[in-house]
């Protein structure tokens, strides 16, 4: 029983990275990513844009859709203001048990809060959970076909304020046609398209950053 992608993204984390330092643990990551093994995490040059979007919300309360391995939670994590907080749902227990241990190694596991499960069933819950009002950003990374329904979920349960802003990875590739159209076209929503590439590839790709408009 060999180990997984992750499990050895870890391990280059572990042994290569300066624990308590987000920073070293992106660049380890990315390193690892490029010249090792390619892995799905938003990557650098997506993450510059994430981190822009990120640092412009200034977010108390952030939700990740998606965690993987935790590239990207450590990415908005560490941008986050004094007691600013980032939920992030993950549905694979063995993504979630390597992410848990990346965030850590991170030095940021308290602003941080992972839960496993599937997005669908957790959304409904954030208020009671996490007495969660509303969030002031999003980040889409998880299954693709769960874009559009998980955002119309945090619509109905009350989830999203005027100014909410959704980050949603992947728009190009793999792609998330249903969705796009629906941000684009509908009118509580103000989207723009941040042209990139898939991560660690020439592929295209790119960010579509959509405003709920209440
Ligand atoms: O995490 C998951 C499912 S897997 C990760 C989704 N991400 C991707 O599939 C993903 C894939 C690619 C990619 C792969 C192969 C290619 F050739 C090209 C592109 C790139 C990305 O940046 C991605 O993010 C989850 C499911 C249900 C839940 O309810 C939940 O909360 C979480
Ligand atoms: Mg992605």
């Given at each position: 029983?060999?180990?997984?992608?992750?499990?050895?993204?870890?391990?280059?984390?572990?042994?290569k990275a300066t624990q308590g330092d987000p920073q070293s643990v992106i660049a380890t990551i990315d390193d690892f990513c490029r010249h090792s093994e390619w892995a799905m995490n938003v990557g650098d040059e997506k993450g510059l844009i994430l981190d822009s979007?990120?640092?412009?919300?200034?977010?108390s309360t952030a939700l990740e859709l998606g965690t993987y391995c935790g590239y990207s939670t450590v990415r908005i994590a560490r941008l986050l203001p004094p007691g600013g907080r980032c939920i992030t749902l993950e549905f694979n227990p063995a993504y979630a048990a390597v992410a848990r241990q990346v965030i850590a190694w991170a030095g940021i596991q308290d602003k941080v809060q992972l839960v496993e499960g599937p997005s669908g069933d957790l959304i409904p819950q954030m208020k009671e959970l996490f007495g969660v009002q509303t969030f002031d950003?999003?980040?889409?990374?998880?299954?693709?076909?769960?874009?559009?329904?998980?955002?119309?979920?945090?619509?109905?349960?009350?989830?999203?304020?005027?100014?909410?802003?959704?980050?949603?990875?992947?728009?190009?590739?793999?792609?998330?046609?249903?969705?796009?159209?629906?941000?684009?076209?509908?009118?509580?929503?103000?989207s723009r398209y941040f042209k990139s590439h898939l991560e660690y590839t020439k592929v295209e790709d790119g960010l579509e950053k959509s405003v709920f408009l209440g």
């Open positions: 029983t060999g180990s997984t992608r992750p499990q050895r993204l870890l391990r280059a984390v572990q042994k979007i990120v640092s412009e919300v200034n977010p950003f999003v980040f889409l990374d998880h299954w693709k076909d769960r874009y559009l329904p998980d955002a119309k979920l945090l619509e109905e349960c009350g989830l999203l304020r005027e100014g909410t802003v959704l980050l949603a990875d992947n728009v190009i590739c793999p792609g998330t046609p249903e969705y796009l159209q629906y941000v684009r076209n509908s009118p509580r929503y103000e």
